[in-house]
Structure formats: C-alpha cells, structure tokens
C-alpha cells in the first residue's frame, strides 16, 4: 500500500496538487510510514481487543510493541545518516 500511496503522491505533485505529508516519497521513509501505522491504528485497535480478551495482551500487542521500537531504532539510525 505504501508504493501506491506514494505513486499517487506523485501524480499529484505533477499535477500541482496538494500532496499529503506521509504519502509524499520526499519526507515518508518506510521506518516513519510503519511508526505512525503502528502507533496510530494497529496499537490501538489491538488495545481495545486486549481489553475484551486480556489473554491475548501478550501475543497481539507484545508483538506490535517491539515492532514498533525496531522501526524507531531503524528512524534514528536514518536521522543519524542524514545528518553525516
């Protein structure tokens, strides 16, 4: 979904259109596309579900929780090779 996305940025941007922040391929990497999926839709959801079913804390959200610090380690080490 995130090549889709980003071709129709694209097309937008050839067409002078506005083009939203996380589909344009100039500021989206992959590490920020899957922090804000997680931590905007995933968690949540998934946190909702472990609230009718507390047993399923530990393998729907432990999960979803080390994703989301792997991608955070992967942004810094992207921050950090910008700026070099």
Request: no cysteine; aromatic share 10%.
């Amino acid at each position: 979904l995130l090549t889709l996305d980003l071709f129709q940025s694209d097309r937008e941007k050839s067409e002078g259109l506005p083009v939203a922040p996380f589909m344009d391929r100039d500021k989206v990497t992959k590490p920020t596309a899957q922090i804000g999926f997680l931590k905007f839709v995933l968690i949540p959801m998934f946190e909702t579900v472990t609230k009718l079913f507390p047993e399923v804390e530990e393998v729907m959200l432990q999960p979803l929780w080390e994703s989301r610090d792997r991608y955070e380690e992967l942004k810094q080490i992207d921050d950090a090779m910008k700026e070099v």
